[in-house]
């Protein structure tokens, strides 16, 4: 299961001589989007939120050992009533642009990261099981290994969303699609309970719907064979929305 893969190297969080990754984001859509970024270990990000507007590009340094997620939030405004900062997919539900430690509200597109220090390995992936809100990529820059390259969902998930999983804007398309997991809570979706392992728990009608438009993403909790990527040697890495 991907979050095994992506906390397993806490233990190497003790060793010293960290390196320190680049990442850069770029906003490939045609509307601005609003970044966010959640550590789960490791040190605080020098934001945990910014707007980026259409074509706009934006660098983080991300001292390794850090384990996160980012995701890009869509649809946001100043609420003039509540004077809080909200977001239609992803809001974080902080009332700022900054997330201050907050995840983001599923349905998103999530990007998910463990740095490792001393140039180790690193492991990275692409995951749907919170939903779809946009397409998006991770490709390494630098860095060695059979698994290290890109990964990318490109495919808008929101065209063929089932109607029962789709949120839709206020002129009525849809801009975000639900997991199965979210809307039915059922442990079958979720894998839980008597569906908590990979043998059990196997990909749905609904799962594959998201694995159709992107193969390489994670689709459900155990979809790790096509979905975890890794790179060693200390890379850094480019995250595109809209790719």
């Known amino acids: 299961m991907r979050l095994l893969v992506l906390f397993s190297l806490t ?6 001589g960290a390196h320190t ?8 859509c045609l509307y601005t989007v609003w970044p966010a970024t959640l ?32 995701w890009a939030r869509t649809q946001c405004f100043n609420n003039t009533a509540s004077g809080k900062f909200t977001c239609k997919t992803g809001d974080c539900a902080s009332g700022q642009i ?4 907050a995840g983001g509200v599923p349905p998103i597109s999530l990007v998910e990261f463990t740095l490792a220090p ?10 749907l099981v919170d939903g779809f809100n946009l397409p998006v990529s991770v490709s390494p820059q630098g860095g060695s290994g059979n698994n290290c390259t890109t990964t990318t969902c490109t495919g808008n998930v929101n065209t063929i969303c089932p109607s029962e999983l789709s949120v839709r804007g206020s002129d009525g398309n849809v801009v ?11 442990p079958q979706y979720c894998c839980t309970g008597r569906y908590g392992t990979p043998d059990t728990c196997k990909p749905t009608n609904f799962s594959m ?7 390489q993403a994670y689709s459900y909790a155990y979809d790790d064979k096509s979905s975890t990527f890794s790179c060693t ?6 995250i595109t929305f809209c790719p």
């Open 11 to 16: 233990l190497n969080f003790l060793f010293h």
């Open 21 to 28: 990754a680049s990442f850069t984001f770029t906003n490939n």
């Open 39 to 70: 550590k789960g270990n490791g040190p605080q990000l020098s934001t945990t939120g910014f707007e980026l507007p259409s074509k706009a590009t934006r660098s983080l340094a991300v001292p390794a050992p850090f384990s996160g997620r980012f």
């Open 98 to 101: 900054a997330c201050n430690g």
């Open 118 to 127: 001393n140039n180790g390995q690193d492991f990275y992936d692409v995951s």
């Open 176 to 186: 975000a699609c639900k997991s199965a997991c979210e809307y039915f809570n059922q």
């Open 209 to 215: 719907i998201f694995k159709e438009k992107c193969p």
């Open 233 to 238: 040697g200390g890379a850094n890495y480019a």
